[in-house]
């Protein structure tokens, strides 16, 4: 009985550890689309090749285009759910959502940050000599 009970006990504390994990899980995804804005979606994985060759571009255009549009990406290992909510086929993907959260553009595989500006301008979204770190545009400086 008492191998039972211990055992009955391990298993419901290993139940509980899934179901907290589960719950952090869902409650760290940021809302996609993001109301309002025009959003990058990268959907990948941290051990995926071609994805960790696109981190570095999407967290410099995740500054660049701050306030003007949402890049986000979401890792398909740790949140499967996600995969069959976008209908991944393969990773990375990168879906494009328009201010209306419309979905008008689908790219799979490694997307070059040349890529997703020319995709970003199609859209409207379009950054400024001045939003660009490191320049300044003359007509704006103090003499």
Same mark, same amino acid.
């Given at each position: 009985?008492?191998?039972?009970?211990?055992?009955?006990?391990?298993?419901?504390?290993?139940?509980?550890?899934?179901?907290?994990?589960?719950?952090?899980?869902?409650?760290?995804?940021?809302?996609?689309?993001?109301?309002?804005?025009?959003?990058?979606?990268?959907?990948?994985?941290?051990?995926?090749?071609?994805? $960790?060759? =696109?981190?570095?571009? &999407?967290? *410099?255009?995740?500054?660049?285009?701050?306030?003007? #549009?949402?890049?986000?990406?979401?890792?398909?290992?740790?949140?499967?759910?996600?995969?069959?909510?976008?209908?991944?086929?393969?990773?990375?993907?990168?879906?494009?959502?328009?201010?209306?959260?419309?979905?008008?553009?689908?790219?799979?595989?490694?997307?070059?940050?040349?890529?997703?500006?020319?995709?970003? $301008?199609? =859209?409207?979204?379009? &950054?400024? *000599?001045?939003?660009?770190?490191?320049?300044?545009? #003359?007509?704006?400086?103090?003499?």
């Amino acid at each position: 009985m008492r191998k039972r009970t211990t055992w009955l006990t391990a298993m419901f504390l290993l139940a509980s550890a899934f179901l907290v994990q589960a719950e952090v899980s869902q409650t760290s995804l940021p809302e996609v689309p993001t109301k309002g804005m025009v959003t990058v979606l990268d959907l990948g994985a941290k051990k995926c090749i071609p994805c $960790k060759m =696109m981190a570095p571009i &999407l967290k *410099k255009l995740k500054g660049q285009y701050e306030g003007k #549009a949402s890049i986000v990406f979401i890792d398909v290992f740790e949140h499967r759910e996600q995969a069959a909510r976008f209908g991944i086929r393969a990773i990375p993907t990168q879906i494009f959502f328009d201010r209306d959260g419309n979905e008008v553009h689908r790219h799979l595989g490694f997307m070059s940050e040349e890529e997703i500006v020319k995709q970003l $301008k199609k =859209m409207g979204v379009d &950054l400024n *000599k001045n939003d660009e770190p490191g320049k300044t545009d #003359a007509r704006h400086t103090l003499n």
